[in-house]
Each structure stands twice: as structure tokens, then as C-alpha cells.
């Protein structure tokens, strides 16, 4: 990262005039180095206080960071970041799409913003323009599995199922941790089972949720819905047949 250079080559400077140089020098480059400090400690305290999710705090720490280095791309992701965790945030205000759109001119390819800035439009009910942003970051992160759920989540605000469906199918071939693979394919199965109408590939589905499942109250709620399903195929097969 050249930003992380740049620091670096100001600590180096630091110490090589430390032993020489004239006055003039060592005091702009200490200065330097004292912007430096202050731009991590108000980072630092940026990230210690979205750990106890005190994200009122966390965005005018991230933000005084910002100020003295306004080049550095990560710092405006995390205020984004608090900004969009507040509860007031869920109104997507003008001062959090602002900044996003900041952090992603000084950070183009960064996966992570392109999501966030999905997630401020599925949260003003705009799902055509999080899916075409959750494509993008996809295209840079292909693995990004929560870019993944919340394109499914945009196909299904537009009511397109079947697109839904087929991006968390492609969620499973990432193989995603057992908890969320579990979730994606009982869900697979509910989409399955109602909208699209394929009860059979739907009981699939569930019996792999079941397969994988470890916690007990997941694995009888799907043991429950391939009972079900199991029955009601078999149901309907003998109606078929006219038995």
C-alpha cells in the first residue's frame, strides 16, 4: 500500500535525521511524524470503540484520522462503517453515501467498500443498484461471501426467485463455514419448496441442512421439514398415479 509506504519512509527519515541533518529538517520531519502519531492513535481509537460498539464515538475518531491523512482510503471505509452501524443510519443519510463514494475514489477495487455501499442502497429499498454494486465487488473478491448474501437478498426484492436461488447455490460451491451453509440451504429449500415450486430439489436441500447441521434445534426444525416434504411428494405422486 503506498499510503503504508509513505508512513513508513516518514519513520525512517525520522531516524536517519536523528543522528544528523540540519534543524531546520529534523523539525519538519518530526512534525511529520508527530501527524503520523496522531493519525494512528485516533485510528486506533477508532477500531477500540466499534468493538464495544460504541459507533457515535468510533466515526469522529475515524474521521479526525482522516483529516491528517486524507489520502488513506481505509480510514474513510471505517467510518463509513460506524456511520452505517448507527441506528439512525438505517435512514442511508447523505453524510455516510458521501463518504463512501470518497473512500471508493481513493480505493477503487476495494471489495469492502463497493459491499457497503450495496448495503446503503438494499437499506433504501433500492435492490437494482446493491446488485449491480455486489456484481462489482464480486468481480474483485470472487470468495466475498457476504456480498453473495446480499445479492441473493437483491434478486428477491425484485422478485426474480430463480436468480435468487442460483447466487446461493453458488454461495455453497465457496464452501461458506457449516453455520452459514447450513442457513443458505434451508433457505435454498424454503425458496425451493414455495415460490419456485420444485418440492423435490427443495427436499434435497433440507436434507443437506440436516446433514450438516450441529445444533440441535436446527437439525430437528429440518428433520421436521423432510418429513414433511417427504410425505407430501409422496402424496402427491400417489394422486398422480390415481391411487
Known sequence: DSVSCSHHEIEQRHYSLECGGNVGERRSVKHLVDILHFY???????????LYSKFDKAAPAYASAHEVFPAFGEVLYNEALAKTSKREAKMSPKEVIETLQLARVLRPDDAR???????????????EQAREL??????????????????????????????SAKVLEQMLELDPPKKL???????????YEGPLGQPKKALEFYKLGYKHAELAFMRERLKSKVTELSKQIE?????????
Open 235 to 243: 402424496r402427491e405422486r400417489l394422486l398422480r398415479e390415481g391411487k
Open 181 to 191: 451453509r447450513v442457513s443458505v440451504e434451508e433457505s435454498l429449500g424454503q425458496m
Open 113 to 127: 467498500i463497493i459491499h457497503q455501499q450495496a448495503l446503503v442502497h438494499t437499506s433504501r429499498a433500492e435492490p
Open 134 to 163: 455486489e456484481k462489482s465487488a464480486i468481480h474483485r473478491f470472487p470468495n466475498y461471501l457476504d456480498a453473495y448474501k446480499n445479492l441473493a437478498l437483491s434478486h428477491q426484492r425484485k422478485i426474480d426467485m430463480a436468480e
Open 40 to 50: 494512528r492513535r485516533n485510528n486506533a481509537k477508532g477500531d477500540q470503540l466499534m
